[in-house]
């Protein structure tokens, strides 16, 4: 096989059938708010833990809806809780809460598919 220097991107279709959907669930069960994310990315652009590490709320959600858990958990302890990404929230997501479930979804919740 000849390499040309490039790879093609990876699906970002979501197969719900094959995705461990149990965190997300868990997430909207307690913080309902957290459906109604559009993933506009100002939580990210204002993120203080963004700022000096490479933690991206937004790539979580996507990573939370995807049931890659391996990569949440090297993640979610970068963030600081300061609540800057509530402030700019257009939906009016409780994102400290969020963390707070994710967390805690990552230790208490059967994960194994």
Known sequence: MKKFG???AQSR???YDKVNTKLIKY???NESSFSTCISCG???ATCSAGNITHFNIRRLN???RLGKYETIKQ???K???CGKCMLVCPRGINTRN???LIKKGLTTLDLSD
């Open 6 to 8: 490039f790879t093609t």
């Open 79 to 81: 963030c600081m809780l």
């Open 75 to 77: 993640e979610i302890d």
């Open 27 to 29: 997430i909207i069960e």
């Open 98 to 100: 969020v963390i707070m």
């Open 62 to 64: 996507i990573q939370i």
């Open 13 to 15: 279709s979501i197969d």
């Open 42 to 44: 100002a939580c990210t």
